[in-house]
């Protein structure tokens, strides 16, 4: 949903915190799996080779 400028040094810690979140609507109730694929600007995977990605998810109740 996103495009973000990252660092090329390999080995730097990066952090990023949305200020204006985008929420999308869902069609279910309940979530059993979610997977989540990390691709460059181009479309091609990025590979990952080591380390650690955390990923935090906010879901919210739409407003009536």
Known sequence: LRTLPMSSDKDA?????FI???FL???RNMIDRID????D?????????G???LV?????PVNS
Do not use: A, C, Q, W
């Not at 989540?36 to 691709?39: A, D, L, Q, T, V």
């Not at 935090?56 to 919210?60: D, G, Q």
């Open 51 to 53: 380390g650690v990605t």
């Open 20 to 22: 204006n979140k985008m």
């Open 36 to 39: 989540i694929s990390i691709h």
């Open 13 to 17: 810690i990066v952090s990023r915190e």
């Open 56 to 60: 935090t998810l906010e879901f919210r």
């Open 41 to 49: 600007d181009v479309g091609d995977l990025l590979p990952f080779h």
């Open 25 to 27: 609507p869902l069609n």
